[in-house]
């Protein structure tokens, strides 16, 4: 069954670095877009960043455009969101997630979740 | 960017009550909506797509209808598990946004 398992969140300074990691399973990774979608404390889904299948094209919401890359390794089935210059409103719960085969704007598969805060 | 409007953001309902949430495009999204249900602690779970079409697993009390802006969705008989928080998402065009959600409460 298709499995995300998001790591790499913790603490970190305003104006810091962070690098998200999503190990994916039980489906061919290389095949599908990803995403990844936020979730501030208390408030609703954001959607952050994606990724076409082979890397071809990457899209960013405007409040990370600039700051946060979205990569992929295929080989390790590993899905990244490198996260520089963070603010506090870039505190939230990062999740992955896994385009719907050719709809690449529906999320059909999300992981658990890591906790990124931002506070000195 | 395409706004996504919920209603009500939060409704309250007893098991075995039909409850409609509504949500509202800023601008024509033709059926490219999207549902998604979500308990607290948990990820985001995808319920419908294409406007009315159910992810397979979703059990059939839940149905969706709408196109262009304006889209419905339904449950015929709630259960204990539907109470949670649900969200629609227009998948048109980036960036892909959501309505604020709408909290189903337990009357």
């Known amino acids: 069954q298709v499995q995300l398992v998001e790591s790499g969140g913790g603490v970190v300074q305003p104006g810091g670095s962070l690098r998200l990691s999503c190990a994916a399973s039980g489906f061919t990774f290389s095949s599908y877009g990803m995403h990844w979608v936020r979730q501030a404390p208390g408030k609703g889904l954001e959607w952050v960043t994606f990724i076409r299948y082979d890397g071809s094209n990457k899209y960013y919401a405007d409040s990370v455009k600039g700051r946060f890359t979205i990569s992929r390794d295929n080989s390790k089935n590993t899905l990244y969101l490198q996260m520089n210059s963070l603010r506090a409103d870039d505190t939230a719960v990062y999740y992955c997630?896994?385009?719907?085969?050719?709809?690449?704007?529906?999320?059909?598969?999300w992981g658990q979740g890591t906790l990124v805060t931002v506070s000195s | 960017d395409i706004q996504m409007t919920q209603s009500p953001s939060s409704l309250s309902a007893s098991v075995g009550d039909r409850v409609t949430i509504t949500c509202r495009a800023s601008?024509?999204?033709?059926?490219?909506l999207n549902w998604y249900q979500q308990t607290p602690g948990k990820a985001p779970k995808f319920l419908i797509y294409?406007?009315?079409s159910l992810q397979s697993g979703v059990p059939s009390r839940f149905s969706g209808s709408g196109s262009g802006t304006d889209f419905t969705l339904t449950i015929s008989s709630l259960q204990p598990e539907d109470f949670a928080t649900y969200y629609c998402q227009q998948s048109y065009s980036t960036p892909y946004t959501f309505g604020q959600g709408t909290r189903l409460e337990i009357k």
């Open positions: 601008q024509s999204i033709s059926s490219y």
């Open positions: 997630a896994k385009a719907s085969g050719p709809h690449e704007g529906r999320f059909d598969y």
């Open positions: 294409a406007a009315s």
